[in-house]
């Protein structure tokens, strides 16, 4: 069965991966609106950022996350001196840095949906003396609910299974950054293959029953189709 210290490796891994869903759908719900309707010529190099995490091997961009959050670069430095602690090797470094890891998971389902409203509805409720705010919460976040449900649980089940990226970032320390695939990883590596079936089972579970919600509420819906 599951020791101390795997429930509290299970219990980090589902807090780390609600905060940056959290964060994810404040930051990315802008963003997606603006790459559906942006008009401008070099709007693919955005898409290409937001994308690269897709890509990218998962140790790649943790390193270079690493030397972002170090406390020899400036936004380390600023951080210690605003929060007074280290942004690598923190919970907090884990966060931002799941963040920018499951960017893509949250972005593209949300501008898929934005884009398959269309403009209609939003120019019928302008004429009729909508403001944009309230075009938005009125119209747009109704019609775009799949998409939102979408990027809510693929954003929350892709951060489930980082390994590389808290990895670099959080290294492993119980309690603070040893989140559970960590925890499996250390496992299989001292031969303690029982208590690594026991919290990969956990996960796989947990991910499984996610990804039929989102088919059971959205059958129609590709949605782990990452182009327009």
Request: net charge neutral; charged share 10%.
């Amino acid at each position: 069965m599951f020791s101390e210290a795997d429930l509290v490796a299970l219990f980090l891994t589902l807090k780390l991966a609600g905060i940056s869903t959290l964060v994810l759908l404040v930051l990315g719900t802008p963003l997606a609106w603006w790459l559906a309707n942006s008009q401008w010529r070099f709007r693919f190099l955005v898409e290409a950022m937001v994308a690269l995490p897709l890509v990218l091997p998962p140790t790649v961009l943790g390193f270079y996350l690493l030397v972002a959050f170090s406390p020899s670069s400036l936004l380390g430095q600023t951080f210690a001196a605003v929060f007074g602690q280290s942004l690598a090797f923190s919970f907090t470094g884990l966060v931002l840095g799941s963040v920018i890891y499951s960017l893509p998971f949250v972005i593209q389902p949300l501008q898929n949906a934005f884009v398959a409203i269309g403009t209609r509805p939003i120019e019928v409720a302008a004429s009729l003396g909508a403001s944009p705010m309230d075009r938005f919460c009125s119209i747009v976040v109704p019609l775009a609910r799949p998409g939102f449900l979408s990027a809510m649980i693929l954003g929350f089940a892709h951060t489930l299974g980082e390994f590389g990226v808290v990895l670099m970032i959080g290294g492993n320390i119980p309690g603070e950054t040893q989140v559970a695939s960590i925890a499996i990883y250390q496992h299989v590596e001292s031969l303690q293959l029982a208590s690594a079936h026991w919290l990969s089972s956990a996960l796989l579970v947990i991910s499984f029953a996610l990804l039929i919600i989102v088919y059971a509420a959205n059958p129609k819906a590709r949605v782990l189709r990452w182009s327009k």
